[in-house]
């Protein structure tokens, strides 16, 4: 094989390799955890990801779905144990606990009075502006199904998928977190 021949066959190679590699400057979340602490990190490093030009997916499985519940939920539809499990799980960014320091409930009430005295950003407006701006958010549908949530049961503007919608997102991104 000739030096020419070996550098065409170099170069065929990297642009094979680039169009695969893509722009993997974006960013992909799983966010797995229903804690209200946890999912402020979750969301602020979102905005701010979208704020530099970053693609973000958040993929919500298990009890983050808890995040992208509505206030109000209905029974339609479920068996008595999906009924007494969404009876049982926070409804929405409201009404989740903290991590540490939940004590009994008052934990996060005293963490969202805080933040209003700092002008912090609450974690419903936090989600809405995700969304409004662009974040794709993915609700685990194996999770649903085992939590017995329907799509009804969450908020608009969301998608459904599975573990093939977070490895195409995770695959196009230089960076993947877990929380």
């Avoid at 070996?6 to 797995?32: A, D, H, W, Y």
């Avoid at 693609?55 to 779905?65: C, K, N, P, Q, R």
């Amino acid at each position: 094989m000739t030096t020419d021949a070996i550098q065409e066959k170099v170069l065929e190679i990297e642009t094979r390799l680039s169009k695969l590699e893509g722009n993997r400057s974006n960013l992909t979340m799983v966010l797995f955890s229903g804690d209200f602490d946890k999912a402020m990190a979750a969301l602020i490093i979102a905005n701010g990801a979208l704020a530099m030009g970053k693609e973000v997916t958040i993929f919500v499985t298990f009890w983050g779905l808890d995040i992208l519940k509505k206030p109000t939920m209905t029974g339609a539809g479920k068996n008595f144990l999906e009924k007494m499990v969404t009876m049982m799980r926070p409804k929405g960014p409201a009404h989740l606990p903290t991590s540490k320091m939940n004590f009994g409930g008052i934990g996060p009430k005293l963490f969202q009075y805080m933040m209003g005295r700092k002008n912090v950003t609450t974690l419903q407006s936090l989600l809405d502006t995700a969304i409004e701006f662009g974040v794709r958010i993915v609700a685990c549908q194996m999770s649903m199904d085992v939590m017995g949530i329907k799509k009804e049961d969450l908020i608009d503007n969301i998608e459904f998928g599975g573990v093939a919608a977070f490895l195409g997102s995770a695959f196009n991104s230089n960076t993947t977190l877990f929380v």
